[in-house]
């Protein structure tokens, strides 16, 4: 079964399998030097804390969080005496100016005790509204997470493919090399050195798209971030995971269906919209409203304290269809909101499907990526002592060593596949924080 903190850390019951990875990862870091220079290579946590306090949609949706805080302080204060103090001075009376009158000055406490319940509508509603401000921002935060890791993690395969080219490059040239050497030597044709030419051209083009996409990629980082894009910005590798993780499409499911805010977001959304019907309804019918308030004069000049209750009860027999249209117009809210929620599910249940799916295949490619590189491997030492024994040219090492290289960018492309589908079913179950690799 899985763990509700995130698939990652399930027990192995149920629909829950792992099983150690291929040992790909030593050459992975083999390929994964520093790339630029400059200040310390970043850690993912570290690209993570960084955002949180720069990326623009996590500060906006903050600062709705503390909007709507606002809103529903100032809705219950008037569940709440209000206090005033004023002062006042008498100018004309009667179409005759007054002469040396002296200011009055009194405190006023309202109370209102009943209004015939918009005030509880107003206040719930209001709580609502903060709800789903922090489910909003909550998801925001997920989604930059999100994205945030999987540039990480595409700048982290930009430079190990990066590497695979560069050390592709080095061995032709070396190749090269010998080949004129021979040739030098009379011991071969100049046409021995052509094909090597023309595959060292196509490594070299190959060399310089592959930095350039580690440049771009690591543009793409710092923009998520919120910094502005520098030469010299380097990334950590993450943690290599022992084992793959195997998870039912149900497990991750019923994980989600308990973690993602996009859930909380709509039940608060529902109950604001069932508030504002009541109120608009409430709004048809005769409504009755009780209030209490005391004077207390705060000067000399005679004036007399006060105090009273007092009851009223009103009703809008026409508005001009305002009322009836604000009804109509709450019940379609509250209409769009049952469909939102539904649809919320429905987008949910994809997201977890896709999720399984992509980790489910990178996990099989892991396994098929391992064994290519192995072949590959032993066809290069096979064809090298051919070579060494004269029954291969150049043209037969050099090919072992395409079929090697091809391999091994393989291997990466797979490797970091499978990370991004962590990530992926971490984003899509809604779990918080950093992707717990292992």
Known sequence: MMDGRYPGTMTHTGGMHVKRIPQLWPLIGLLLLPWGAGAAPLTLHDCLALAAGRQADILTGRDNVTSAQAHAVEAHSSYLPQVT?????????AGNPLVNTDLSTDLTVTQMIFDGGQRELTYKS????????????????????????????????????????AQQTTYIEGQLKQVQARVEAGQAADVDALPIKAQLATAQVDTLTAANNVRQAAITLQQAIGLDPEDGFAVQDVPAPAKTLT????????????????????????????????????????????????DQ??????????????????????????????????????????????????????????????????????GATALSVEAAQRNFDAQQGRYDQG?????????????????????????YDYLTALAQLHYATGQQGEVPWN
Not at 85 to 93: D, F, P, Q, Y
Not at 301 to 322: E, F, P, Q, V
């Open 126 to 165: 209001a709580k609502s509204a903060v709800t789903q401000s922090q489910a909003v921002l909550l998801r925001t935060q997920e989604t930059v997470n999100f994205t945030i890791t999987k540039d990480y993690l595409a700048l982290l395969r930009a430079q190990a493919l990066a590497k695979v080219s």
């Open 297 to 366: 004069p705060m000067d000399n000049n005679g004036g007399t304290r006060s105090y009273g209750i007092s009851a009223g009860l009103s009703w809008c027999i026409y508005s001009g269809g305002k009322t009836q249209a604000g009804l109509q117009d709450a019940r379609a809210s509250l209409d769009t909101a049952h469909v939102h929620a539904a649809q919320t599910l429905r987008d949910i249940t994809v997201d977890v499907q896709q999720a399984v799916l992509a980790l489910d295949n990178a996990r099989e490619r892991l």
């Open 247 to 294: 998870v039912t499409i149900a497990d991750a499911l019923a994980v989600a269906k308990k973690a993602r805010p996009e859930l909380v977001e709509d039940a608060a959304g529902l109950s604001a919209a069932k508030n504002d019907v009541t109120a608009a309804t409430l709004k048809l019918y005769p409504v009755a409203s009780v209030a209490a308030q005391y």
């Open 85 to 93: 103090v004023g002062t006042a001075k008498e100018l004309v009376t």
């Open 391 to 415: 029954m291969a040219i150049p043209l037969d090492l050099l090919n072992a060593q395409l079929s090697v290289a091809t391999a091994q960018s393989n291997a990466v492309q797979a490797q």
